[in-house]
């Protein structure tokens, strides 16, 4: 009964140790990990996409929810035990709907392979006089998936996405050739021309799909 509280509220790591709830164990161990295609991490909107972990054989079953950051990497303080983790569908990847079996002992490391409909290839950015430019190439993974756009956002920090940008381009499907060299640049406009740098990603987006696929954000100077 004492893992019933943790599992109800969820808290992070860093909270449920520094709490007490009557004379209950806080959770110790870390479970944690990349999401990968080909070994490599799947960049997505920060904290916006999340994996759940359930643990059966309890009173209370309840799931987990764990959230992604930009880089692929996730993390989720727990007791030791078996569990089972899932992905979840409306991220830029195939809809999954086996779990995989996790035993946490202790610091735990598990990778989590998903296969994104769109992947971004050979990513550059440079300053290019009074705009930023990228060039990029998009490969399709997923046979039964359509190209909505691709765009380019700049940040003032490496959060960088849809939702966290100060400027961005978009290039439409129509202008787009799946594994052709493409590009893509927006303006450094007068509200951001001061900065000493900015960031830069890609993203593409796939019909029918909220949240999209990113390269890594890139810090470009701009003095």
Not at 69 to 89: H, I, M, P, T, W
Not at 187 to 216: C, H, K
Request: hydrophobic letters at 40%.
């Amino acid at each position: 009964m004492k893992k019933i509280i943790f599992f109800v509220t969820a808290f992070l790591c860093t909270v449920l140790t520094g709490c007490e709830y009557d004379n209950y164990e806080a959770p110790k161990s870390i479970l944690s990990g990349k999401v990968t295609y080909q070994n490599e991490p799947v960049g997505v909107r920060s904290n916006a996409t999340q994996l759940e972990l359930w643990q059966d054989g309890y009173a209370l079953s309840a799931k987990i929810a764990v959230s992604i950051n930009q880089e692929g990497n996730y993390s989720a303080c727990l007791f030791d035990g078996a569990y089972k983790l899932v992905r979840l569908a409306g991220a830029p990847w195939e809809n999954l709907t086996d779990t995989i079996p996790v035993m946490v002992k202790g610091n735990t490391v598990v990778d989590v392979p998903v296969t994104p409909y769109f992947i971004i290839r050979n990513a550059a950015f440079r300053k290019d006089g009074d705009k930023i430019a990228a060039t990029f190439t998009i490969e399709k993974v997923s046979s039964s998936a359509n190209l909505s756009l691709a765009r380019l956002y700049l940040g003032k920090t490496i959060i960088t996405d849809q939702n966290n940008n100060v400027a961005n381009a978009t290039l439409n499907v129509a202008d787009i050739t799946l594994g052709q060299t493409v590009s893509l640049s927006v303006p450094i406009s007068a509200n951001i021309a001061s900065a000493d740098y900015l960031f830069a990603r890609v993203g593409v987006q796939t019909v029918g799909v909220g949240e999209l696929y990113y390269t890594e954000s890139h810090k470009i100077d701009l003095k």
